[in-house]
C-alpha cells in the first residue's frame, strides 16, 4: 500500500554554518546570521512534515500532498522532529539576539511538544474528529492567493488521496471517545455537500480547466465524498456499541493535563498554580459584582426588598439587565454593524493603530468548524496570505428552539454582545492577529501562542472599559465583571472537569450559579470541556500575564509611560508565548533607563 510522504529533510546544519559565514550583517554577529539561515529552513521542514498545516498558516508550497495518516508517517514525523531539536542544541542562546533567543525557545518548544503529542497524547488512537479533510479543501478552493486554475489542479491532486487516508484512519482508531465520535460526525456530515458539492461544481464550471480536467475533478471529488460518507457512516456503527467500558474517558487526567497545559499554554505559572489564582479571582469578582448590583437596585427593583444573599442579588440584577438584546434573527447583522463603532472608539482615544486595509467578514460559521460549543469565532489568514480576508464567525441560531434562542440572547446581551466583539474583533483577536501577521519573524506567527492570543482578547475587554467605553455605566461594568467571570471559571471548569472528575451537574452549578451563566451557555460550555483539554484556561492565563506585565511597565515609567506604546510594542513580538515576551520587555526597559 502507497503511503504519502514527502522525503527525509536530512538536517545537516554544518550545511548552514558552511553557507553563511562570510555573509554575516553588520549588525548581527555570526551565531545570529547561522541561526536566521536555520530557522527559514526549520519553518520549511516543518510544512514538510504537516502540510496541512502550511495550508492553514498560507504557504501553499504542498498543497497538492495530503499526508496519510498512518503509524509509519507519525514514526517519520518523530525523526523529523528529532533532527530538528538536534539541530537547535548545536546554537548558543547567549550569543544570540533577544528576538532570535525567543525564536530558539519557540523552535525547542515546538519540537519538543510535537514529539509528546504522538508518543503521549495519542489522539489519533481515540479522537475520530482528527480526520476531517474537509477545512484544508476549504481553505484551497476559497483562497485569493492564486488563480481559480491553479488552485483547483492543486485540489484535484490533494482529492486523488482521500480514499486512502481513509483506509488508514479507519486503522488508527483503537477505543475512541463517545464525545468525539459524535463531534466527528456532526462535522463530517455538515461539511461533505458544502465543500465537495456545489460550491465546488460552480467554481469548476466558471474555471478554464480543459473538459477531460474538470470530468476528473468531479469524479474525484464524488469519490472523497463518497469515502468520507463511508467513514462516517463506519463512525455511526462504531458509536452504536461505545460505552464507558470500551471507550476513552474524555476526562485526560491529572498528568496529561499537566504535561499539555505545559507544552500549550507556555505560561510563566504551573496549571495548578492558574487554577489556585482563577479560585481567589472567582471570589473577588463576587465582591465587586455584588457591591454594583447593590447600587444598581433601587434603580430597577425600587422599593423591593434586596436579597441578603450577595449571589442572589446579583443573578437577580443580571438577569434583569439580559432582558435587553437583539432579536435572534438580526444577531449575526447586529455584530456587523458594531465593529465600525468599536474602530471610532479606539481611533477617538488613541489605543492602539487599527490597519483599515485589512478585510473583516462577519460570516455565518461553516459547518465543517461546528459542534465544538463557541458561539463565536476567528478566521485570520495566515502569516503568508496576509491581504486575505480574516472571517469573524458567528453561529446562527436557525436550529434553536425559541426557549433556547432566547436563552442564547440573554447570555449575549445588549451589554454582554458587546464586549463578544471587543474580544473576537476589535481590538481582540482580529487587531492581535494582523500584528502577529506584520512580526518580522515568521517564527512567532506560525507557532503563535494560545494563551498570548487569548490573553489578548480578555485583556482588550478591560482596557477598553478601563478607557471608557460604556461612558463608565454601572451596568456595562456589571456585565463585564460577569463576562470576566466567565474566563476564571472556564479555568476552575477545564481542571475541575479533567483532573478532579467534576460531574456535569456540578460543573452547570459552578457555570449558572457561580458563574451566572444561562443555561444554554453553561450547556455549551459543558460539550467544550468534554472536547477540548486545556484550552480553556488559556484566557484567564494569558490575560493575568498581559495585565501583569502592564502594570509592571507602568510601575517603572510611571508619568512617561504611554498606552498605546505599550501595545503596538507588546503586539510587534508576534504571538509569542508572554512569559518570553515579558522577559523582553523589561529587559528593554533596563537597558534604556
Not at 146 to 173: G, H, T, W
Not at 492 to 521: M, P, R, W, Y
Request: hydrophobic fraction near 35%; include cysteine; aromatic fraction near 12%.
Amino acid at each position: 500500500m502507497k503511503i504519502n510522504r514527502i522525503p527525509l529533510l536530512g538536517i545537516v546544519l554544518i550545511t548552514f554554518l558552511a553557507s553563511c559565514g562570510n555573509k554575516t550583517a553588520s549588525k548581527t554577529n555570526e551565531e545570529d546570521a547561522n541561526f536566521e539561515k536555520f530557522r527559514d529552513y526549520f519553518v520549511e521542514s516543518l510544512w514538510k512534515i504537516s502540510p496541512s498545516d502550511a495550508i492553514y498558516a498560507g504557504y501553499h508550497k504542498y498543497d497538492s500532498i495530503l499526508i496519510a495518516p498512518s503509524a509509519e508517517n507519525r514514526e517519520f514525523a518523530i525523526k523529523e522532529y528529532k533532527a530538528l531539536g538536534d539541530s537547535i542544541k548545536l546554537f548558543d542562546e547567549k550569543k544570540l539576539s533577544e528576538l532570535n533567543r525567543i525564536d530558539l525557545w519557540m523552535m525547542r518548544d515546538k519540537v519538543e511538544g510535537s514529539i509528546w503529542y504522538i508518543n503521549e497524547f495519542k489522539s489519533h488512537e481515540w479522537n475520530p474528529a482528527n480526520y476531517n479533510v474537509a477545512g484544508e479543501f476549504a481553505e484551497i478552493l476559497n483562497g485569493s492567493y492564486d488563480k481559480l486554475d491553479n488552485r483547483l489542479k492543486m485540489f484535484s491532486r490533494r482529492l486523488e488521496q482521500v480514499p486512502l487516508y481513509y483506509k488508514i484512519a479507519k486503522l488508527q482508531l483503537k477505543t475512541p471517545s463517545i464525545e468525539h465520535t459524535d463531534l466527528a460526525i456532526l462535522q463530517l456530515d455538515g461539511s461533505v455537500e458544502e465543500v465537495f458539492g456545489k460550491s465546488l461544481k460552480d467554481s469548476v464550471n466558471v474555471s478554464s480547466l480543459s473538459a477531460d480536467e474538470k470530468v476528473k475533478l468531479i469524479a474525484w471529488a464524488d469519490t472523497a465524498k463518497k469515502y468520507m460518507i463511508d467513514f462516517s457512516g463506519w463512525l455511526k456503527v462504531q458509536r452504536k456499541s461505545l460505552n464507558e467500558n470500551n471507550s476513552t474517558n474524555f476526562r485526560i487526567g491529572q498528568k496529561l493535563y499537566d504535561k499539555k497545559f505545559q507544552y500549550d499554554i507556555q505560561s510563566g505559572y504551573t496549571a495548578e498554580e492558574i487554577y489556585q489564582k482563577a479560585i481567589k479571582r472567582k471570589a473577588e469578582l463576587h465582591s465587586e459584582m455584588a457591591k454594583i448590583s447593590r447600587q444598581l437596585w433601587p434603580k430597577y427593583f425600587g422599593k423591593t426588598p434586596m436579597p441578603t444573599d450577595s449571589l442572589l442579588l446579583i443573578r437577580k440584577v443580571i438577569d434583569t439587565l439580559s432582558i435587553n438584546h437583539v432579536n435572534r434573527d438580526s444577531f449575526l447583522q447586529s455584530i456587523e454593524q458594531q465593529i465600525p463603532q468599536l474602530v471610532k472608539f479606539i481611533n477617538d482615544k488613541n489605543l492602539i493603530y487599527i490597519d483599515p486595509s485589512k478585510p473583516l467578514v462577519v460570516r455565518k460559521t461553516p459547518a465543517y468548524m461546528e459542534g465544538g460549543g463557541a458561539g463565536a469565532s476567528i478566521s485570520a489568514p495566515g502569516p503568508y496570505d496576509k491581504g486575505a480576508n480574516t472571517y469573524y464567525n458567528v453561529s446562527p441560531l436557525s436550529g434553536y428552539t425559541a426557549e433556547q434562542a432566547e436563552s442564547y440572547l440573554r447570555e449575549y446581551n445588549h451589554y454582554i454582545l458587546q464586549i463578544l466583539n471587543i474580544h473576537e474583533a476589535i481590538p481582540g483577536h482580529y487587531t492581535q492577529l494582523v500584528y502577529s501577521n506584520q512580526s518580522p519573524s515568521l517564527v512567532k506567527s506560525v507557532l503563535g501562542n494560545g494563551a498570548m492570543v487569548e490573553g489578548w482578547a480578555v485583556y482588550s475587554e478591560r482596557m477598553m472599559l478601563e478607557n471608557g467605553y460604556g461612558n463608565n455605566e454601572p451596568e456595562m461594568w456589571l456585565m463585564y465583571y460577569k463576562w470576566h467571570l466567565r474566563s476564571v471559571c472556564n479555568t476552575i471548569l477545564d481542571h475541575e472537569v479533567h483532573c478532579n472528575a467534576l460531574s456535569e451537574e456540578d460543573a452547570k452549578k459552578l457555570l449558572i450559579n457561580g458563574a451566572f451563566q444561562q443555561t444554554a451557555e453553561a450547556e455549551g460550555k459543558w460539550r467544550r470541556v468534554k472536547l477540548t483539554q486545556v484550552q480553556l484556561a488559556s484566557y484567564y492565563t494569558g490575560f493575568t500575564e498581559i495585565y501583569d506585565l502592564r502594570e509592571e511597565v507602568k510601575k517603572r515609567l510611571g508619568d512617561k509611560f504611554d498606552l498605546k506604546k505599550f501595545h503596538e510594542k507588546f503586539l510587534s513580538y508576534g504571538s509569542a508565548p508572554v512569559k518570553y515576551i515579558r522577559e523582553l520587555m523589561l529587559e528593554d526597559l533596563k537597558n534604556n533607563k
